[in-house]
């Protein structure tokens, strides 16, 4: 029973948008396959992990309609080591997917398509948002890299998204350095305030997925599920269940020294500074003086790099330590030429911005060195 008969690209491109969530080994075997189900003129893919599900579909021939999954990852591989003009053909014959491409002939086992389990939509009016994708893109860009990593406050381990009114932030925060931005929406019908916490999977994933354009993208927040609609594809995710920390009181509100630098020259001094840190504390001190900033770096062999730059700053002297890899981090997801610096003391955390800009901060907590 033929399935598909098209380009590789055609039936790649939908394949790949799918693949990203699958696990290569699952206690269920299940999970990593695909579902490809045949309905009319449509050929939807389908692929979960239990927590989240990706759909999406590509046109087909014939009137036949048909159910079955296959390993995904395995039939991505064959695809992309395929020619890009190839014209492929899928059918089912004797419970196995047959591939053909020119002469080359695939044969993958199948499991049932009614064991293949899939995520059960939560129930009740959701809240829908609507914005570009370039617009969440850039958002998740600026945050998603101080979101924890298998932290046990389990909490910390993706990233807090806040609806009030015509305004929607994000956060992201490890407990060492935090990270916010926000943007303004159109068309918000719910007047009062939602948080939700978007599992780090979930996070990356949308990143992977979403263009760097002006086409739509429709968020519907649900009781304990997301809906994340756009162009094909239509993403649902599990959120986490936490209390996610009162990100407001982090922000430091009187920093009274500033200094702005180049965002580029403050990066590269940076790199090149970390090369000689300690490879476990991986700690940099920034000195500030009059008219100067100073990055100092040692490590355990005696080994020591200094780097110096041309500030406007006319304050008493500064002495601070952080991890060098939290101050590069923010400076390696923001698009800007000019960064700014923010500090009260040694002990204080450090408060980065973008001049003139009050939709974006970065906290990021001192280290004593």
């Known amino acids: 029973m033929l399935l598909f008969k098209g380009s590789r690209d055609q039936f790649l491109t939908p394949l790949q948008a799918v693949c990203g969530i699958v696990e290569k080994r699952h206690t269920l075997p299940i999970l990593s396959n695909v579902l490809i189900e045949k309905k009319g003129e449509r050929l939807t893919l389908l692929a979960t992990d239990i927590e989240m599900q990706i759909r999406t579909s590509t046109p087909s ?3 036949e309609e048909v159910a079955v999954t296959v390993a995904a990852r395995k039939m991505q591989d064959i695809l992309r080591s395929l020619p890009e003009s190839a014209e492929i053909s899928l059918s089912l014959e004797d419970r196995r997917l047959q591939m053909k491409a020119g002469k080359s002939r695939f044969n ?5 398509a009614e064991d293949f389990p899939r995520m059960a939509e939560a129930g009740g009016s959701p809240t829908v948002l609507k914005l570009t994708q370039k617009q969440f893109k850039r958002l998740l860009s600026l945050v998603q890299y101080a979101m924890a990593q298998q932290d046990i406050r389990y909490y910390l381990n993706g990233l807090l998204l806040v609806v009030n009114q ?7 925060t490890d407990g060492h350095r935090l990270a916010y931005a926000s943007e303004s929406i159109t068309g918000m019908a719910n007047d009062g305030r939602i948080d939700v916490i978007l599992p780090r999977k ?3 994933e949308l990143s992977r997925q979403l263009a760097d354009n002006d086409e739509p993208l429709e968020i519907a927040l649900m009781g304990t599920q997301a809906r994340f609609s756009f162009g094909d594809v239509e993403f649902i995710s599990k959120l986490i269940d936490g209390k996610f920390p009162d990100y407001e009181r982090v922000i430091p509100q009187n920093q009274n020294k500033s200094i702005k630098l180049d965002r580029s020259l403050l990066q590269h001094c940076l790199q090149r500074a970390a090369i000689l840190t300690n490879e476990k504390f991986r700690g940099v001190r920034l000195v500030l003086s009059p008219g100067s ?7 355990a062999e005696n080994e020591e790099a200094q780097e110096e730059l041309e500030v406007d700053y006319n304050a008493e002297e500064l002495d601070i330590g952080f991890n060098v890899n939290y101050l590069v981090d923010v400076l390696n997801n923001v698009a800007t030429d000019v960064i700014e610096i923010r500090l009260a003391d040694s002990n204080s955390s450090a408060l980065m911005m973008l001049p003139d800009n009050e939709r974006f901060k970065y906290v990021v907590m001192p280290m004593r060195i």
């Open 61 to 63: 021939t014939g009137p």
């Open 108 to 112: 993958l086992q199948t499991l049932p």
């Open 166 to 172: 015509n305004e929607l932030r994000v956060v992201a």
């Open 202 to 204: 979930t996070v990356m």
């Open 293 to 299: 900033l100073k990055i100092l770096s040692a490590n």
